[in-house]
C-alpha cells in the first residue's frame, strides 16, 4: 500500500481565473445595462446584437465607455440622467474587449509601424516662433498647410488669454 500524506491537500491550477473574486452586483449591473440594450436594439431572445457591430461600432465603444465615466466623474452621480454611467461603461468595454479577443477591430494607430510614431510626446517639442509646441504631422512639409496651422494656434492662444483677462474681471467685479 502507498503511503499517502494526508497533510497534502489537492491542488488546482493557478491559471484559472478567480471569478468569484468579481463583485456580484457589478455584474448584474452589467447584465442589467445589455438587458436594456437587448430589449432595445435585438432580434431574438439569444440575439448579443453587439457583436454584429463594424470596426466603427466598436471604435464609438470607446468613446462611449470614456463618455459615461467623464459624466460620472464631472457630476459624482452613478445614476445621473437616470442611465447607471459604470454599468453602462463597464458594458462598452466588455463588448471592446470582445472586440479586441476576437480581432474585430483595426486600431489606426496600429498603422504606426508603417509612418512612425509622429504623435510621441515622449522628448520635448521643439518651439514655434510664437512658443507654442510644434506638434509634426504628414503635412508639415507643406509651408501652406503648416503656416494655416501656426495662424490658428496663435489665434487659439490670443483667445485663450481673453478669456482669462474676462474671467479675472468677472472676478473683480464680484469683489466690488
Do not use: C, V
Not at 44 to 58: I, V
Not at 80 to 97: P, Q, R, S, V, Y
Not at 111 to 137: N, V
Amino acid at each position: 500500500m502507498d503511503n499517502i500524506n494526508t497533510n497534502d491537500k489537492a491542488k488546482r491550477s493557478e491559471k484559472k481565473p478567480s471569478y468569484r473574486l468579481i463583485y456580484k452586483g457589478f455584474l448584474e449591473a452589467i447584465a442589467h445595462t445589455l438587458q436594456e440594450g437587448h430589449t432595445k436594439y435585438s432580434e431574438g431572445e439569444f440575439d448579443r446584437n453587439w457583436q454584429k457591430g463594424d470596426q466603427e461600432f466598436f471604435r464609438e465603444a470607446l468613446d462611449h465607455a470614456l463618455e459615461h465615466l467623464m459624466t460620472y466623474n464631472e457630476t459624482g452621480d452613478r445614476y445621473h440622467n437616470g442611465e447607471d454611467h459604470i454599468a453602462h461603461a463597464a458594458a462598452n468595454l466588455m463588448m471592446l474587449t470582445w472586440a479586441e479577443d476576437f480581432k474585430k477591430i483595426n486600431w489606426p494607430h496600429l498603422e504606426e509601424e508603417q509612418y512612425g510614431d509622429i504623435e510621441s510626446t515622449d522628448f520635448d517639442l521643439p518651439q514655434t516662433d510664437h512658443g507654442l509646441p510644434f506638434k509634426p504631422t504628414f503635412d508639415h512639409f507643406d509651408p501652406t498647410i503648416a503656416e494655416e496651422l501656426e495662424r490658428e494656434a496663435i489665434i487659439l492662444k490670443e483667445i485663450e488669454e481673453k478669456e482669462k483677462q474676462l474671467n479675472w474681471f468677472d472676478k473683480f467685479l464680484k469683489k466690488t
